[in-house]
């Protein structure tokens, strides 16, 4: 076995480590959407690594919604990374999201992220967009900038298409400014889409306070 093979067989090989994470926002918006009706949310994921390039989890979220019961979002994630370079890689990924305890917003998400050190970009396709049980794609584009040293701004636009006669196509836009101190990130973020007056109150302007750590 050559130096090369040896090298990829260590790479392969299954770490089966589990990592996570856990976050308090001072509300949950999602690509410009509202999904906790201005009220706080606590969420947390957890993954097991059965590899550096394969790894299955969980996350969950409290969620608020108008003439709604569904107040918590549980999604099974799965996704694969493809390494293209040390700064550069593709990440395919699934995620089965169910609602309790109505459902109304059930569905699924399949997206290709790609990353080129400090780019991003995202193709997402939604199955049941905001509980209308219809399609949505969206195409994402962002960046991270070390500021002030070490403080992280972070800028991010998205162009959605619904499949839904009465919204139009809109974008959303965030940018947000964090730091790390110790284990905890800290982080504040303004975000907003241009069809809040479509979007029945969910898509103006808001203003997020978060603080996460993982392990």
């Known amino acids: 076995m050559g130096l090369n093979s040896v090298a ?17 926002l001072s509300q949950y918006v999602e690509y410009g ?19 550096p390039q394969f790894r299955m989890g969980l996350w969950g979220s409290n969620t608020n919604f108008k003439n709604s019961d569904d107040h918590f979002n549980l999604r099974a994630n799965a996704d694969i990374k493809i390494d293209f370079s040390q700064e550069s890689n593709a990440v395919i990924m699934y995620s ?8 109304a917003r059930n ?14 970009v995202t193709l997402d396709n939604l ?3 905001e509980g209308t049980k219809k399609r949505s794609m969206r195409i994402g584009f962002g960046k991270v900038t070390t500021v002030f040293t070490d403080w992280k701004w972070d800028n991010e636009a998205g162009y959605n298409t619904p499949d839904v006669d009465s919204i139009s196509s809109y974008f959303d836009l965030r940018t947000a400014l964090g730091f790390q101190w110790r284990a905890i990130f800290f982080e504040g973020a303004v975000t907003g889409t241009s069809a809040a007056g479509d979007l029945d109150g969910t898509g103006e302007i808001y203003f997020i306070l978060s603080a996460k750590t993982g392990f």
Do not use: C
Request: no cysteine; charged share 10%; hydrophobic share 35%.
């Open 127 to 129: 199955s049941n967009w």
């Open 107 to 120: 569905g699924n998400i399949l997206g290709l992220h790609l990353n080129f050190g400090t780019y991003r």
């Open 8 to 24: 990829l067989a260590a790479e392969n090989t299954p770490t089966f480590k589990m990592t996570g994470d856990v976050s308090l």
């Open 33 to 51: 959407l509202n999904q906790s009706d201005g009220s706080p949310a606590l969420q947390g994921s957890f993954w097991f690594n059965f590899g």
């Open 96 to 103: 089965y999201s169910t609602y309790y305890k109505e459902g």
